[in-house]
């Protein structure tokens, strides 16, 4: 029996490789003779740089950048194999991981070292970069990754602004002419692992801005903000970012990557997939089975796992999903052309509790997935 294990990583818990370990160990334990492919995968969020580096035997880089509330920070970056594309996260730069919860603050927090990585993969001599946008901590549309390559946001009295997503009324008028030259010659690549506009209802500020640290009061705030930066960027550069998919993703950077550096917003669950060319193994593979931390409504809004079901029903292949929770409103899994989806925690355990036993948990979760499907 051949099994692709593509699984994403389970935030704050386990990196993708190790989520592959164990639903492999799990599985080794039933099926022992299971010929069993590991593509640990990602969507643009945590865990895309090594996805793709690893996949196309690249080189990692680090360097020390300013971090999401401006303080000093080691931050990996990667070059894959063909020595010319550059892979880049937000998440490494301002990863909301990396702020402690109660220091969490979207009006403040800047995107400044993702452009500092972009210079990086500039310096290094990169004709393409890939960026994930998935996990920022930041709600400040781009504005601190474009002033790290050299665009100028200025209030009333020609001054730049003051970093993060609440400053970003007092913009009025924006710059481009110091923008680094060497960006003319740089095709961007912009992994998406949503689909979200830049404001309104479904707009970053209303659906992430609270994970990131914003009340009621500070969404709204942020909203408008970012209303606001979008008229500047129409009336200035004359680019109408606020409708278009994935404009909000990252806190709006997706936004700024398409109105300033002319990128392409694509899946980057798709973008990883490719690169994987994991067309190879679906094609006469007997079972997939691939997971992350939370399988909820976003998930079906363009996360990984539903990336793996796409292609996986191209080949008719049975997916498995494995997650350390499930929302009750996704528990229909044939209408998404799921074969089944297994939460693996415990019923009735503390978030902490299933977190610190999530590989063992994994392991036992994919023995009992194997059983179930032998016996189908």
């Known amino acids: 029996m051949?099994?692709?294990?593509?699984?994403?990583?389970?935030?704050?818990?386990?990196?993708?490789?190790?989520?592959?370990?164990?639903?492999?160990?799990?599985?080794?334990?039933?099926?022992?003779?299971?010929?069993?492919?590991?593509?640990?995968?990602?969507?643009?969020?945590?865990?895309t740089t090594e996805a793709l580096v690893n996949a196309t035997n690249g080189s990692y880089f680090f360097a020390n950048i300013r971090g999401p509330l401006g303080h000093k920070h080691k931050a990996?970056?990667?070059?894959?194999?063909?020595?010319?594309?550059?892979?880049?996260?937000?998440?490494?730069?301002?990863?909301?991981?990396?702020?402690?919860?109660?220091?969490?603050?979207?009006?403040?927090?800047?995107?400044?070292?993702?452009?500092?990585?972009?210079?990086?993969?500039?310096n290094h001599g990169a004709k393409k970069i890939i960026l994930g946008l998935g996990g920022s901590a930041t709600n400040d549309g781009g504005v601190g990754l474009m002033q790290a390559l050299g665009v100028k946001f200025l209030d009333a009295n020609g001054i730049n602004v003051s970093?993060?997503?609440?400053?970003?009324?007092?913009?009025?008028?924006?710059?481009?002419?110091?923008l680094d030259p060497r960006l003319a010659d740089i095709k961007f690549e912009v992994a998406c692992d949503v689909t979200n506009p830049l404001t309104g209802k479904e707009g970053t500020s209303a659906v992430f801005g609270p994970q990131k640290g914003a009340d009621s009061e500070m969404v709204k705030k942020l909203d408008q903000n970012l209303t606001h930066l979008g008229n500047m960027i129409k009336q200035t550069i004359h680019e109408d970012i606020s409708d278009i998919k994935g404009s909000g993703a990252a806190g709006g950077i997706g936004g700024a990557?398409?109105?300033?550096?002319?990128?392409?917003?694509?899946?980057?669950?798709?973008?990883?997939l490719?690169?994987?060319?994991?067309?190879?193994?679906?094609?006469?593979?007997?079972?997939?089975?691939?997971?992350?931390?939370?399988?909820?409504k976003q998930s079906l809004?363009?996360?990984?796992?539903?990336?793996?079901?796409k292609r996986a029903a191209q080949y008719d292949c049975d997916v498995y999903i494995l997650a350390g929770s499930v929302e009750k409103s996704v528990?229909?899994?044939e209408s998404l052309g799921i074969k089944k989806i297994i939460n693996i925690s415990p019923i009735n355990v503390t978030h902490?509790?299933?977190?610190?036993?999530?590989?063992?948990?994994?392991?036992d979760a994919s023995s009992k997935l194997a059983k179930i499907a032998i016996n189908n």
């Open 2 to 47: 051949k099994i692709v294990v593509a699984p994403d990583s389970f935030k704050e818990c386990l990196l993708a490789t190790e989520v592959a370990e164990a639903i492999s160990e799990g599985l080794l334990k039933i099926i022992p003779d299971a010929e069993i492919i590991k593509l640990p995968i990602a969507d643009g969020g945590e865990g």
């Open 76 to 122: 990996r970056w990667g070059i894959l194999g063909n020595q010319h594309t550059a892979a880049i996260e937000v998440a490494a730069a301002c990863g909301l991981e990396s702020v402690p919860i109660k220091q969490r603050d979207p009006l403040l927090s800047t995107s400044y070292g993702v452009g500092e990585l972009i210079i990086e993969a500039l």
């Open 163 to 178: 970093p993060g997503g609440g400053n970003l009324q007092s913009i009025e008028n924006i710059d481009t002419r110091s």
């Open 257 to 272: 990557m398409v109105a300033f550096l002319n990128s392409e917003l694509k899946s980057g669950i798709e973008i990883v």
């Open 274 to 296: 490719d690169l994987l060319n994991i067309d190879r193994h679906l094609s006469n593979a007997d079972l997939v089975i691939t997971g992350e931390g939370r399988f909820d």
């Open 301 to 309: 809004k363009g996360k990984a796992p539903i990336g793996i079901v």
């Open 331 to 333: 528990l229909e899994p």
């Open 352 to 363: 902490d509790i299933a977190l610190k036993f999530a590989y063992k948990n994994l392991v």
